[in-house]
């Protein structure tokens, strides 16, 4: 069983600031006035001694955040400490509302839209597959709203990859509306629709690890997309965010763990799912020969950069095949049926097959890059 990655005791964050005298927010000139937050008092011990934090608390604290009213220090020790022990369904949705209070929107003109959006974390170190199924998924007629950005805590995030492949990333809010309206995809670029992030990108970038906001964006898009398949990165917190999911509400989102520690579909081995429709959500385990596809091992799809996952992509999307196609095929299949475009994954599996068989696939590739 692979161990998690080690972090630091919150309390050596706030001995840092309290015996440097120094609040690095303001030694960058930020004119955000920080004082001590008044719940941060109330609710660090809570953490320390294991104890969930009143939802109501918990989304004051993330508004915090998000505003730069948080100094790094403090901010640090309650992401830590809220890591350490371990995010809940309520407080996730709570800090989850924030975001959606926040963020700027977009509008989706031809339907019902989906994202593949996922957690990250799962340090598997493959090529962003969930990017590619998801211009898959719109090549076969999904309109899909892909929320995302720069890797925190991998290698390659979906907006690495997408500038490496040549998609203008940080085009703007208009640009996103017209690739939705034009091309049937729309990448929105975290920073851009959520601006408060500004306020805790340093602090997430200096810690390095996952904290509660890798699990908001999932729960964020942009669009509201009611559908959605979520490779979340670790197996503990798929009923957290069901649960979240199903406190927040959605049409149909498809929750995905495997077993051999991808936060995506696998062919390697079973993948444990959560479906979460309207208020609630079921448990469900995929096997690899429900795809009818050949088994893929992760060594065949690893990717150390930006450069290589992209490299990948544009070989799926040219027809090379393989191990990387079945891989995208399987979670293109998923994406669909989360989507409720096909009825079995098989058939998931058929229509995202001919999406890169007819070159639809790629030109929704191409038509992001053209604008």
């Known amino acids: 069983m692979s161990r998690e990655p080690r972090v630091l005791s919150p309390w050596c964050w706030l001995s840092r600031a309290e015996t440097t005298g120094i609040n690095p927010v303001a030694r960058r000139g930020c004119c955000v006035e920080q004082t001590s937050p008044s719940w941060f008092a109330e609710l660090f011990p809570l953490l320390l001694t294991g ?4 939802a109501g608390r918990a989304t004051e604290a ?7 009213r948080v100094d790094d220090a403090r901010g640090a020790a309650f992401l830590t400490a809220l890591r350490m022990k371990g995010e809940t369904a309520d407080e996730i949705a709570a800090a989850a509302i924030v975001l959606r209070e926040q963020m700027v929107r977009l509008v989706p003109v ?3 839209v989906l994202d593949t959006c996922g957690t990250g974390g799962d340090d598997s170190g493959t090529f962003n597959i969930s990017t590619a199924a998801g211009l898959v998924a719109a090549g076969a007629g999904v309109p899909v709203v892909k929320h995302g950005g720069r890797a925190v805590s991998s290698k390659s995030g979906s907006a690495d990859v997408l500038r490496e492949l040549g998609v203008p990333i940080e085009a703007g809010v208009e640009w996103a509306q017209k690739c939705l309206d034009r091309v049937g995809f729309a990448f929105c670029y975290a920073p851009q629709f959520h601006r408060g992030m500004a306020h805790v990108a340093d602090l997430r970038r200096k810690l390095g690890v996952r904290t509660i906001f890798n699990l908001l964006g999932p729960l964020a898009n942009p669009a509201t997309a009611p559908y959605q398949l979520l490779g979340v990165g670790k197996p503990d917190l798929l009923d957290p965010l069901a649960g979240a999911l199903a406190s927040l509400g959605t049409r149909q989102s498809v929750l995905v763990c495997s077993f051999d520690g991808l936060d995506e579909v696998s062919l390697s081995a079973p993948t ?3 479906v979460v429709r309207g208020e609630e959500y079921e448990t469900r385990e995929w096997n690899p020969d429900e795809f009818g596809l050949g088994a893929v091992s992760l060594r065949s799809i690893k990717a150390s950069n930006p450069t290589e996952s992209a490299a990948i992509i544009r070989g799926v999307l040219n027809g090379a095949d393989g191990p990387a196609r079945r891989i995208v095929l399987a979670n293109a299949a998923a994406a669909l049926w989360a989507a409720e475009a096909v009825k079995t994954l098989k058939e998931g599996v058929e229509l995202a097959d001919a999406a890169l068989k007819t070159g639809k696939a790629r030109a929704v590739l191409e038509g992001l890059i053209k604008g």
């Open 272 to 274: 444990m799912v959560r």
């Open 51 to 54: 104890q969930d934090l009143p």
């Open 62 to 68: 993330v508004r915090d955040l998000v505003a730069g």
């Open 110 to 112: 031809s339907g019902p």
